[in-house]
């Protein structure tokens, strides 16, 4: 098995990171996560666009065109031979002797690794249940770092209580899970967070908005209280992952019930067809 670390395709076992690397003092470092189907990877260019954002709203100058870093992933994964599955990518700031003050000096350290699927639990025909919780992350969940102390610490919670994600409650309002961003349909109106600070723009939320609206659904992107759970017909999360999985429960702060509703299973169908054959 190969991963990336800098620019070259080394064995993993090979694969030695600096000490001073501030991905480990701090987190300091940005990523993504590209599904791949059939081989080719899915919104390849929406995710460099975003890793791209994300470096710039952290001051990290990363020297790699969007082309550049396609095809270095590109080889990653003929290389390992992966038809179905995911590939990972972070940038950290570099490697400099600890410090809080960064000296915009170090070079990024670029690595990625691959994953084929596993034969798993299939969130996206079964549901999901859910723990709601409070959003004990910073206030700039847009940016996609590695730093995911809330992130875990959240999902951990979910999986004590028997749940498979976390969603998460700032102030009385709705955000999105711990990986994943959250819809509510009522009465064929879908209700999501806006993308503003405090959710992660998922690549998979936008193209389901936008086919959600090629299909005749109004899409409301408006904060929402935690409440409106109880009133809704069908929820479901997003992500790369697991694509569009409906939840069928939540626990926690709140409890209720739902069942795969027919919006939810429209929409996974319309998915399915934009998917790399
Ligand atoms: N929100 C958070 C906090 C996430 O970590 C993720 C997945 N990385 C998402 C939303 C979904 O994003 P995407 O659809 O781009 O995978």
């Known amino acids: 098995e190969y991963v990336i670390l800098d620019q070259q395709l ?13 991905g480990y003092y701090f987190g300091d470092g940005i990523y993504e996560v590209v599904k791949i189907y059939n081989g080719q990877p899915f919104a390849m ?9 994300s470096s710039e709203k952290l001051d990290i100058a990363f020297p790699m065109s969007n082309e550049q870093l396609s095809e270095l992933l590109m080889s990653l994964l003929q290389k390992n031979s992966i038809d179905n599955g995911l590939i990972y990518f972070q940038i950290t700031r ?46 700039r969940c847009d940016i996609k770092t590695i730093n995911l102390l809330g992130n875990v610490l959240v999902k951990r919670e979910a999986a004590d209580h028997h749940c498979h994600e976390a969603i998460l409650n700032r102030d009385g309002i709705m955000t999105e899970g711990s990986s994943s961003n959250l819809f509510l349909v009522k009465d064929n109106v879908l209700y999501t967070h806006p993308a503003t600070n405090l959710i992660l723009n998922g690549i998979t939320r936008q193209l389901v908005i936008k086919l959600a609206k090629e299909n005749n659904y109004s899409v409301v992107e408006e904060p929402f209280p935690v409440e409106v759970l109880e009133h809704a017909d069908e ?20 409890t209720t019930v739902f069942d795969i509703g027919p919006v939810t299973l429209h929409l996974q169908k319309k998915f399915a067809e934009i998917l790399p054959k």
């Not at 080394?10 to 501030?22: G, H, L, T, V």
């Not at 260019?45 to 954002?53: G, N, T, V």
């Open 45 to 53: 260019e929406m995710h460099l666009d975003r890793f791209r954002s």
């Open 10 to 22: 080394i064995p993993k076992s090979e694969a030695s990171i600096n000490f001073d690397d501030r």
């Open 94 to 139: 570099g490697v400099e002797p600890r410090n809080h003050l960064y000296t915009r000096q170090s070079a990024p350290v670029l690595t990625a690794f691959t994953q084929a699927t596993k034969d798993v639990a299939t969130p996206q025909e079964k549901g999901l249940t859910v723990w709601l919780t409070d959003d004990i992350r910073w206030l």
């Open 235 to 254: 929820a479901f999360i997003t992500s790369s992952s697991v694509e569009i999985a409906p939840i069928t429960a939540v626990k926690g702060q709140l």
